[in-house]
């Protein structure tokens, strides 16, 4: 089948209500494709859509030194096509060609259902995701033995579950504990609490969950949102100690708990790096793969172009 009926249309452009239809009826519809949450997040966003809004791909961009670019917005973890019926390899193709040449620089996270492609512009992310149909005493049971261990180490440590801690809590953790290693700037927290409170009209819930201790510290913390069956872990904030303690596993855990048996599917939001990949492991996260594309049209000359990593990460890391 041929596509031949792909626009470009800058944000100005588009129809923001059948665009919303469009993502929530998508057989890989997800939260970050929705025109509210790329106005919040992405710096900028422009789109490709085919014939009357069958389906859509966000174009997420910045400009560097008047070089326009790509690139993944900050607790953004997937975009790329999203479609009524499923992706297939012509129309992945077809999308991809299509995005305008003014874009010289290529690097976005596409969605598990766009997983069609193959060659040098593409590799694969880690996702994990946990199915959370069964009760939690048999999600309990398919935590390996280390995450067991450091839930009882959490215990003896007198950690305390507590909701609705303030996001501006949350996002100064994950400042703190981000900012060095991955250099993400105070102005993406910004757009993710303008996000976080403005989104609770479009969503299910969209709350905190926290560890902790004696004392009411916070020692590990995470920012999540409920759409559409599904548990979003989005931003976790959490002090040095609280791997020595279980703390993360413990925030984990109480959220698996508190929608055990709901058949909503639990998002852990990857992870790449190991130690991350690990946790998520242990709580019997289950390993699905995404697509990530990356090409380069620089020229030579300038191809020193550098981005910080919080451009092509999600932030749960």
């Not at 100005?12 to 998508?26: F, L, N, P, V």
């Not at 261990?149 to 809590?169: D, H, N, V």
């Not at 993710?192 to 004392?215: G, Q, W, Y």
């Not at 380069?296 to 749960?316: D, I």
Request: net charge neutral; proline share 5%; glycine share 8%.
């Amino acid at each position: 089948m041929a596509y031949p009926n792909i626009q470009y249309l800058q944000r100005h452009q588009i129809d923001t209500g059948k665009w919303d239809r469009c993502i929530s009826h998508a057989a890989n519809g997800l939260l970050y494709g929705y025109s509210f949450y790329l106005d919040y997040m992405a710096d900028a966003w422009d789109a490709l859509v085919l014939g009357d809004y069958e389906a859509v791909m966000p174009l997420t961009w910045r400009k560097k030194y008047g070089i326009k670019y790509l690139c993944q917005p900050f607790t953004t973890a997937h975009l790329g096509v999203f479609s009524g019926r499923p992706v297939d390899k012509q129309l992945m193709e077809t999308f991809i060609s299509s995005i305008p040449g003014i874009f010289k620089l290529i690097d976005i996270d596409l969605n598990e259902g766009n997983n069609v492609l193959d060659g040098p512009a593409i590799t694969q992310r880690r996702n994990y995701v946990l199915p959370l149909k069964s009760p939690y005493s048999t999600l309990y049971e398919n935590y390996n033995r280390h995450a067991r261990r450091k839930l009882r180490k959490a215990a003896e440590a007198g950690l305390q579950p507590a909701e609705g801690i303030a996001i501006e809590k949350i996002t100064e953790l994950s400042y703190q504990m981000m900012a060095e290693k991955d250099h993400v700037p105070m102005q993406a927290y910004e757009k993710f609490i303008s996000l976080f409170k403005n989104i609770k009209p479009h969503v299910e819930a969209c709350n905190t969950m926290a560890a902790v201790d004696r004392a009411g510290n916070i020692i590990a913390s995470d920012a999540y949102i409920v759409h559409k069956q599904r548990v979003y872990s989005l931003l976790a904030g959490n002090r040095p100690e609280a791997y020595e303690c279980g703390g993360f596993y413990f925030v984990l855990d109480n959220l698996i708990k508190k929608y055990a048996g709901s058949g909503y599917l639990f998002d852990f939001e990857g992870s790449d790096v190991p130690g991350i990949a690990f946790v998520f492991e242990c709580l019997g996260g289950q390993l699905n793969w995404y697509p990530h594309l990356a090409i380069n049209k620089l020229p030579p000359v300038v191809r020193w172009l550098k981005r910080s990593p919080y451009e092509r990460r999600s932030g749960t890391e």
